[in-house]
């Protein structure tokens, strides 16, 4: 990965305006009614924690959720989607003007009855025989719905962007803020307590998280399959399979990769793009819902699971009210867990600046 931590979120006060629970519903049923995922054997690799990052600038694996079986013609939309113009809703991908990610309050969901404990077995039947929890196509549809009604930003090549980020990994570290220029060519990073360290100029030092490189990604779902899968690096906030994955199950384990390092990026993230890669995730047959479930910080939000095998689960926790990031965390076949969770995140005019 990289040396330095740049991109994070920043929540969205923009409301879904005009979008009534009827039209929730219709856009509901049109992208789950006959769109079975397809099925694939589960595989079995083992979680690495090979983590790469300046001092603690670590980056986090979010999680799929799990809930019970429920009929997708009951579907309820999530109270963000369906809030009216004077609600305060905030499109995932985005952060608080005061660049403080907000903490998870009661995991909520539109859909039927649900547990937070395990996947959920009565999904779509799937063309390759296996089952597909129906809950992941629902809930990551209704974040994406949530996510497209965002405010499209305009950032300058010469902003930062700051994250604020807990480790924990097997023990806490300190907390680090770090902030990354939009052209990619400096970084700077302030330990809890600590100086501000302002690293030289040098050329973009990760293809991909320039603000141009982002803007130029797909936004449609199938579109953003394919070009994470044709990727010749790996972008994951943390790794998943030891010493590497399986073929079976590396191509997707590479999309969720992928999927959650730009999620970390939100504010700079376009609307629509935002939207594509949660329905990208709602594609992916070993990826599911957990309500309920928290981040390595505590906090409780909507579990985006992918199941790695051996008991291996990656987790990225989204706000159960805007569907925003909250964080990664990745926890191994013993329980035992690792992650990093975002306190706060934005856009900033120099290195030092908090939003």
Same mark, same amino acid.
């Given at each position: 990965?990289?040396?330095?931590?740049?991109?994070?979120?920043?929540?969205?006060?923009?409301?879904?305006?005009?979008?009534?629970?009827?039209?929730?519903?219709?856009?509901?049923?049109?992208?789950?009614?006959?769109?079975?995922?397809?099925?694939?054997?589960?595989?079995?690799?083992?979680?690495?924690?090979?983590?790469?990052? @300046? *001092?603690?600038?670590?980056?986090?694996?979010? $999680? /799929?959720? +799990? !809930?019970?079986?429920?009929?997708?013609? =009951?579907? %309820?939309?999530?109270?963000?989607?369906?809030?009216?113009?004077?609600?305060?809703?905030?499109?995932?991908?985005?952060?608080?003007?005061?660049?403080?990610?907000?903490?998870?309050?009661?995991?909520?969901?539109?859909?039927?009855?649900?547990?937070?404990?395990?996947?959920?077995?009565?999904?779509?039947?799937? @063309? *390759?025989?296996?089952?597909?929890?129906?809950? $992941? /196509?629902? +809930? !990551?549809?209704?974040?994406?719905?949530? =996510?497209? %009604?965002?405010?499209?930003?305009?950032?300058?090549?010469?902003?930062?962007?700051?994250?604020?980020?807990?480790?924990?990994?097997?023990?806490?570290?300190?907390?680090?803020?770090?902030?990354?220029?939009?052209?990619?060519?400096?970084?700077?990073?302030?330990?809890?307590?600590?100086?501000?360290?302002?690293?030289?100029?040098?050329?973009?030092?990760?293809?991909?998280?320039?603000?141009?490189?982002?803007?130029?990604?797909?936004?449609?779902?199938?579109?953003?399959?394919?070009?994470?899968?044709?990727?010749?690096?790996?972008?994951?906030?943390?790794?998943?399979?030891?010493?590497?994955?399986?073929?079976?199950?590396?191509?997707?384990?590479?999309?969720?990769?992928?999927?959650?390092?730009?999620?970390?990026?939100?504010?700079?993230?376009?609307?629509?793009?935002?939207?594509?890669?949660?329905?990208?995730?709602?594609?992916?047959?070993?990826?599911?819902?957990?309500?309920?479930?928290?981040?390595?910080?505590?906090?409780?939000?909507?579990?985006?699971?992918?199941?790695?095998?051996?008991?291996?689960?990656?987790?990225?926790?989204?706000?159960?009210?805007?569907?925003?990031?909250?964080?990664?965390?990745?926890?191994?076949?013993?329980?035992?867990?690792?992650?990093?969770?975002?306190?706060?995140?934005?856009?900033?005019?120099?290195?030092?600046?908090?939003?």
């Amino acid at each position: 990965m990289v040396n330095e931590i740049e991109l994070l979120r920043e929540m969205r006060s923009e409301v879904p305006e005009g979008l009534s629970v009827a039209e929730v519903e219709r856009r509901l049923a049109e992208r789950t009614a006959g769109n079975a995922p397809h099925g694939r054997p589960r595989r079995r690799p083992r979680l690495r924690l090979g983590l790469s990052a @300046a *001092g603690a600038c670590l980056l986090a694996v979010a $999680a /799929v959720a +799990v !809930l019970r079986p429920q009929q997708e013609a =009951a579907v %309820r939309p999530h109270p963000a989607v369906a809030a009216q113009p004077s609600g305060t809703a905030q499109p995932s991908g985005a952060a608080q003007p005061s660049g403080a990610t907000r903490t998870g309050g009661p995991p909520q969901t539109g859909t039927g009855p649900q547990t937070g404990t395990g996947p959920q077995t009565g999904g779509a039947t799937e @063309a *390759g025989g296996g089952a597909r929890p129906s809950g $992941a /196509v629902t +809930v !990551l549809e209704q974040a994406a719905l949530v =996510a497209a %009604r965002g405010p499209a930003r305009r950032i300058r090549p010469d902003q930062w962007f700051y994250l604020k980020e807990s480790q924990h990994m097997g023990g806490d570290l300190p907390t680090f803020e770090s902030w990354g220029r939009m052209d990619g060519q400096r970084s700077a990073i302030k330990e809890e307590g600590g100086e501000l360290k302002l690293g030289r100029e040098k050329g973009p030092t990760h293809v991909g998280r320039t603000q141009q490189e982002v803007e130029a990604l797909p936004s449609d779902p199938d579109a953003l399959l394919a070009h994470f899968r044709g990727l010749d690096r790996e972008l994951h906030p943390l790794s998943i399979c030891q010493p590497s994955c399986r073929p079976e199950v590396a191509d997707d384990v590479k999309v969720f990769g992928a999927i959650g390092w730009y999620m970390k990026y939100g504010p700079v993230i376009p609307p629509d793009t935002v939207a594509g890669m949660y329905r990208a995730l709602a594609k992916l047959p070993h990826v599911s819902i957990e309500q309920g479930a928290t981040d390595a910080a505590g906090r409780a939000g909507v579990g985006v699971v992918l199941d790695a095998g051996d008991g291996v689960r990656a987790y990225y926790i989204l706000d159960p009210d805007d569907y925003h990031y909250m964080g990664v965390k990745v926890v191994d076949g013993d329980g035992g867990a690792v992650g990093l969770s975002v306190l706060g995140a934005g856009i900033v005019d120099k290195a030092g600046d908090m939003p």
